[in-house]
């Protein structure tokens, strides 16, 4: 499955970013999400989703950011709204957790 993101960007603090991820050369995945990884620290799961739209977030970004998916697009999203500093990382999409795209900077100034 190759994985491809888009969406990262610099925005100030309080702001909102729309992160996508395209899948391609599969079909039926199941789980896909959004992981990230700051400056220094290891690589954390933000959410996740279940083809049926079963969802789970870290505690970190609960109530601010949203995961979506399109089936039909093989598509996933991630709505970020009222953005911190401290959600400055590189955002991974994956795909079952086996595959993994490039990665899309965020960057929350404050």
């Known amino acids: 499955v190759q994985l491809v993101e888009s969406g990262g960007g610099l925005v100030q603090a309080g702001g909102s970013l729309r992160l996508s991820c395209v899948a391609s050369?599969?079909?039926?995945?199941?789980?896909m999400g959004w992981y990230r990884q700051a400056p220094g620290k290891q690589r954390a799961m933000v959410a996740t989703?279940?083809?049926?739209?079963?969802?789970n977030y870290a505690d970190s970004v609960k109530g601010r950011f949203t995961i979506s998916r399109d089936n039909a697009k093989n598509t996933v999203y991630l709505q970020m709204n009222s953005l911190k500093p401290e959600d400055t990382a590189v955002y991974y999409c994956t795909a079952g957790h086996i595959d993994w795209g490039q990665g899309t900077q965020v960057t929350v100034s404050s």
């Open positions: 989703i279940t083809r049926g739209g079963s969802t």
């Open positions: 050369g599969s079909v039926g995945i199941n789980l």
